[in-house]
């Protein structure tokens, strides 16, 4: 079962239900699950094997595997709701434009999430849209006491979705200028921000972008690893990729 909702012009909300769910562990706020869908141009679930260095289809194929933010699950009714962008011809943008209830998947995980600390009195959080899901659950998880700046890149104005209510918290959207390179918005935005010794920081994007934040971070600044959690969620060039990379 599949549920289908549409949260903006670009972004739909998924709910995958089944009895395989059942007891599906709650994640940490900005987790991760693997989707799996059927390979474009058939409705036939494939499942996979393991080589040993990736997953694999019959013949040597990759699937159409991604990673996604979990945005809510209920253990009990068995169900598990994923964002999808739906931006430009990609495996699952595309997927998710068409599907209708009755359409298979299968569902991993969930992957790491973020922890926040109960007592860090300020957190930066930046993103792009394929971010914003992660950004709302850390927003519900952060302390009302603490200070919050958010900064996040849209391609264009409809990007922009409600975020949850934070007493503490500013948000600021950026929008991608014409023929500007994904997450370039984002990079510029986080490199022009003043971080101060007691913010956390957690960043999600674009990879390429993302490795450009981390080296200022990490390398300009010298922000202490342990302060800054800093993930690539998708790769230019690789439509419809969204792809965890370990947090440093």
């Not at 769910?21 to 409705?43: I, N, W």
């Not at 958010?150 to 975020?163: F, K, N, T, Y």
């Amino acid at each position: 079962m599949i549920a289908i909702e549409d949260l903006g012009p670009r972004l739909r909300r998924l709910t995958i239900g089944g009895p395989d769910l059942t007891g599906f562990p709650v994640p940490l706020p900005g987790a991760s699950v693997r989707l799996l869908v059927p390979s474009p141009g058939t409705s036939r679930l494939e499942m996979p094997a393991w080589t040993g260095n990736e997953w694999l289809l019959p013949g040597g194929k990759r699937p159409a595997l991604r990673t996604f933010t979990p945005l809510a699950v209920d253990p009990e009714a068995g169900t598990l709701a994923v964002a999808v962008v739906l931006h430009g011809p990609g495996v699952i943008s595309d997927w998710a434009r068409t599907v209708d209830a009755g359409a298979p998947c299968a569902v991993s995980g969930p992957g790491r999430g973020y922890t926040v600390e109960a007592t860090a009195p300020a957190f930066v959080l930046v993103g792009d849209e394929t971010a914003l899901p992660a950004i709302g659950q850390l927003l519900e998880a952060i302390p009302a006491a603490a200070t919050v700046r958010v900064h996040v890149e849209v391609a264009s104005p409809d990007g922009r979705i409600a975020l949850p209510s934070h007493p503490r918290a500013t948000v600021v959207w950026h929008e991608l200028g014409d023929h500007a390179d994904p997450g370039s918005a984002m990079a510029i935005a986080t490199t022009t921000l003043e971080i101060g010794p007691d913010d956390r920081i957690w960043v999600a994007g674009e990879a390429a972008s993302v490795q450009r934040i981390r080296r200022h971070l990490f390398d300009t600044l010298g922000v202490p690893r342990s302060r800054a959690t800093v993930r690539g969620y998708w790769k230019r060039g690789r439509a419809g990729d969204v792809e965890d990379s370990a947090p440093d």
